[in-house]
Every structure is written in structure tokens, then in C-alpha cells.
């Protein structure tokens, strides 16, 4: 039973992830110039009035541990690199593949959108609105570790607050409306479940042959001894 249920979860996930996030694709395209929702403009106006130096300093700091640099590079290399040094040469490719593929689609659905950003920003953009690139990164960095290390429990908790941060960081810096990050979240989610859905298999038989090692290993330390 348990085969049956985690063979159409994942898949079925992806696709509600999928489908939220193309609903706020159309949502925003038959708004004219690709303007906020109804929504959009409530939230950036709470998050106007709720504006202190010290919540702007937090949401500075997660914009840059949330960019290019540190998110889009240095997490994914230091990941990639972890894992491979442990011999997990499947889970290492679905982190490289899954990064690859969110940059992809982000970079092409900006273009494609071109949603201008709010007015007001706080920190320098240099494209489109729609959808957040930082809230995808953050999506897909925990629900890839979520993933690839499922035995701790506590990191969906600690992910989603990193996410929820993130999508409110980008909105209190008026550098992308409140369905931006929505569907940044949404899309980065989609990303990784249709990766790891691909690689899955193969993942599971390393770290079962890893386990199975070391298992090994300790035996013929202990009989040796």
C-alpha cells in the first residue's frame, strides 16, 4: 500500500504545483501590461506600512543569500560536491539538473511575461517580475534536501519558514509582487519533484548500496577486533 501511495503522490504534487502556478500565468497575462492583481496591490501596501530599517536590514540580507551567487552557485557546488564526496553520484546529478532546469524556465518565462517590477524597489533588479527567481531557488533548495536527506525530520519546518521568508523578503523590498514569489515557490517545487521523480529509483539503489557498505565495513572492523 505504502509503494501504491508514494508512486502517485509525487507525481500528483507536481502537476497541482504546476497547475497553481500556469492559473497565476494566465491570471496575469489577461491583466493589462501585466499588471498586479487585486492582491498584489493589498499586500504591497501592507507591506508599505508595515516598513522598519530593521525588517528592511533582514530582507536585504536574505536577498543576497537568496541570489545568484550564493543560491543559483555556491549552495548547489558545495551540495554537489558533498555528495560526491560521499559517492552519491545520482543525487549530485539531480541537484545539478534540477538547478539547471529552474534557471532555464525562470530565465524563459521572464522573458516571455516581461511583468514590470513594482515601483519603489529597495535593492537593484535587473529583469522581469514573473516569476521570483528567489522564491524558486529557495523551493528548491529545501525540497532538495528535504528529499535527498528525508531521515531529518525537522528540515520541511525549517525549509518552509526559509521559504515563507524569502517570499516575503522579496515582497517588503517592492521588487516583485506577492503572485511573483507564489509562483516562484510553486514553480520550484514542480522543478524538483519532475527531476526527482525521473531519478528516484536510482538514488534510492545508491544510498541503499551505501548503507549496505558501511553495514559491511563495521562488520569486519568488529571481527577483526
Known amino acids: ?123 537593484a533588479t535587473n529583469s522581469e517580475s514573473f516569476p521570483s527567481g528567489h522564491s524558486a531557488s529557495a523551493a528548491i533548495i529545501v525540497l532538495m534536501l528535504v528529499l535527498i536527506f528525508s531521515s531529518q525530520q525537522w528540515l520541511p519546518y525549517l525549509g518552509g519558514l526559509y521559504v515563507l521568508a524569502m517570499m516575503w523578503s522579496r515582497t517588503y523590498l517592492h521588487v516583485h509582487w506577492l503572485t511573483d514569489t507564489i509562483a516562484g515557490a510553486l514553480l520550484g517545487v514542480a522543478a524538483a519533484l519532475a527531476v526527482w521523480i525521473v531519478l528516484r529509483e536510482r538514488i534510492a539503489r545508491e544510498s541503499r548500496s551505501g548503507t549496505v557498505g558501511a553495514g559491511n565495513s563495521s562488520s569486519e572492523k568488529t571481527e577483526n577486533y
Open 1 to 123: 500500500m505504502r509503494r501504491t501511495k508514494s508512486g502517485w503522490v509525487m507525481p500528483a504534487s507536481a502537476a497541482a504545483c504546476l497547475m497553481g502556478f500556469v492559473a497565476l500565468l494566465v491570471a496575469i497575462s489577461l491583466q493589462p501590461a501585466r499588471g498586479p492583481l487585486g492582491i498584489d496591490s493589498a499586500w504591497n501596501t501592507l507591506m508599505e506600512s508595515a516598513s522598519t530599517s530593521v525588517l528592511i536590514g533582514v530582507a536585504k540580507m536574505l536577498s543576497v543569500v537568496g541570489g545568484t551567487i550564493v543560491s543559483g552557485l555556491v549552495i548547489p557546488a558545495v551540495l554537489i560536491l558533498a555528495l560526491l564526496a560521499v559517492r552519491r553520484r545520482w543525487a549530485a546529478t539531480f541537484v545539478f539538473l534540477t538547478c539547471v532546469l529552474r534557471g532555464a524556465v525562470v530565465a524563459v518565462v521572464k522573458e516571455l511575461v516581461g511583468r514590470p517590477r513594482p515601483e519603489g524597489r529597495l535593492v
